[in-house]
């Protein structure tokens, strides 16, 4: 069976059994299709054979019965819903890998929390060392600013982000962290980015 049919969910043992039926009454088959104690996808390929050798006739019709073609035309997979069917795959695929970024992403956080309690507690045993401010990422503050702001420039963000750290201010790391984040938010629908603005979606 070189033809592509639609999923064997949406064919109908129903409306498969009596189309075989009405086959097997045409006297067209060299031998009547059974269908006792055969599975539907069995059913289908002894259906979509049988229909295949019956013959055309001299101006090229099909000399079988009409509403059995009409029933076969209807198993056949059309352009529609194989594009539909490919789109569903990829959607799972992608689905799949924001899944596995985000699961990653809240484990990279995790153990930085976890990290940074660490830090804290060392930092409660010595009380003679100065307590330090909670510096923000990068990455932190792209989407502090992105956040707040709703829509704006990718220079905008940039200097914004740079004037917000709480370090050495370094253009090219900033320009970088920023690209990453923008990057990421788009994989997961959060923003879109087109001609170099930022919007919140």
């Given at each position: 069976m070189s033809v592509r049919l639609i999923e064997m969910k949406k064919i109908k043992f129903k409306e498969l059994a009596e189309e075989i039926k009405r086959l097997n009454d045409s006297g067209l088959l060299k031998k009547e299709i059974k269908t006792v104690g055969k599975t539907k996808e069995v059913?289908?390929?002894?259906f979509v054979e049988a229909v295949q050798s019956i013959p055309d006739d001299v101006d090229g019709d099909w000399t079988g019965p009409e509403e059995t073609a009409e029933y076969y035309?209807?198993?056949l997979e059309t352009d529609a819903e194989k594009i539909e069917n490919e789109w569903s795959i990829k959607e799972?695929?992608?689905?799949?890998?924001?899944?596995?970024?985000e699961e990653n992403i809240e484990e990279k956080e995790s153990i930085k929390e976890?990290?940074?309690?660490?830090?804290?507690?060392?930092?409660?045993?010595k009380p003679q060392y100065k307590e330090k401010r909670k510096r923000k990422g990068r990455w932190e503050l792209t989407g502090?600013?992105?956040?707040?702001?709703?829509?704006?420039?990718?220079?905008?963000l940039v200097e914004k982000?740079?004037?917000?750290?709480?370090?050495?201010?370094?253009?090219?790391s900033t320009i970088s962290a920023v690209s990453t984040a923008i990057s990421v938010?788009?994989?997961?629908?959060?923003?879109?980015?087109e001609e170099k603005i930022v919007k919140v979606v």
């Open positions: 059913l289908v390929d002894l035309m209807s198993l799972e695929n992608i689905e799949e890998k924001e899944s596995i970024k976890e990290n940074t309690e660490e830090k804290e507690s060392i930092k409660e045993e502090f600013v992105i956040k707040n702001e709703r829509e704006i420039s990718f220079e905008d982000v740079d004037s917000l750290y709480d370090g050495r201010s370094n253009k090219s938010l788009v994989g997961f629908g959060v923003v879109v980015y």
